[in-house]
T-cell receptor, first 112, second 116 residues
Framework: LAKTTQPISMDSYEGQEVNITCSHN???????ITWYQQFPSQGPRFIIQ???TKVTNEVASLFIPADRKSSTLSLPRVSLSDTAVYYC?????????????FGSGTRLQVQP | GAGVSQSPSNKVTEKGKDVELRCDPI?????LYWYRQSLGQGLEFLIY????????KSGLPSDRFSAERTGGSVSTLTIQRTQQEDSAVYLC??????????????FGPGTRLTVT
């Protein structure tokens, strides 16, 4: 199974940029990198997905180096409402369980 | 449009009873997933349905767990002879089948199961 490693927790303050790094040393050629956000008592919510280099949307950026063995989720100017657990997934459709392994995630706590 | 819905939202049952959890995926989504999340833990994959293919049941923890998906839409997760360790939030998600390699799972609100 594709294994991902993330920090267990991170702390930040409102207005700061937060970078959460995920290691995925055995990523396969066809794999994509996907990040989800989960608030308490809710199901996870898709944030961003990428294959290489940089992807940006309205909520986050995803940086993927050339070797693709890691990725960094960047949240600009976080607010209290960004306090959540963030999961990194590696995989692709039709690769079975590889694509469906959510790790323990990174618990981000944003303080005023 | 309507998202993924799950019912019931909460279920309290006695040890040894059977329970059925229901998931209504987003219309048109061919893939459906069940996960389990214990308090403060990450998501544990249970089972995956994709179109008309045989489901991937590799995550089911024991033969007390089973799931079916009727007509490629609604899915039911059944837990027989429930045990206290089955207490968790059961999450359902659905997604489109993607040919480009990208996909996004849409999650329901979950069913909180408590076995007493």
């Amino acid at each position: 199974l594709a294994k991902t490693t993330q920090p267990i927790s991170m702390d930040s303050y409102e207005g700061q940029e937060v970078n959460i790094t995920c290691s995925h040393n055995n990523i396969a050629t066809n794999d994509y990198i996907t990040w989800y956000q989960q608030f308490p008592s809710q199901g996870p919510r898709f944030i961003i997905q990428g294959y290489k280099t940089k992807v940006t949307n309205e909520v986050a950026s995803l940086f993927i180096p050339a070797d693709r063995k890691s990725s960094t989720l960047s949240l600009p100017r976080v607010s209290l409402s960004d306090t959540a657990v963030y999961y990194c997934l590696v995989g692709a459709p039709n690769t079975g369980r590889r694509a469906l392994t959510f790790g323990s995630g990174t618990r981000l706590q944003v303080q005023p | 449009g309507a998202g993924v819905s799950q019912s019931p939202s909460n279920k309290v049952t006695e040890k040894g009873k059977d329970v059925e959890l229901r998931c209504d995926p987003i219309s048109g989504h061919t893939a459906l997933y069940w996960y389990r999340q214990s308090l403060g833990q990450g998501l544990e994959f249970l089972i995956y349905f994709q179109g008309n293919s045989a489901p991937d049941k590799s995550g089911l923890p024991s033969d007390r767990f089973s799931a079916e998906r009727t007509g490629g839409s609604v899915s039911t997760l059944t837990i027989q002879r429930t045990q206290q360790e089955d207490s968790a939030v059961y999450l359902c998600a659905s997604s489109l089948e993607s040919t480009s390699g990208t996909y996004e799972q849409y999650f329901g609100p979950g069913t909180r199961l408590t076995v007493t």
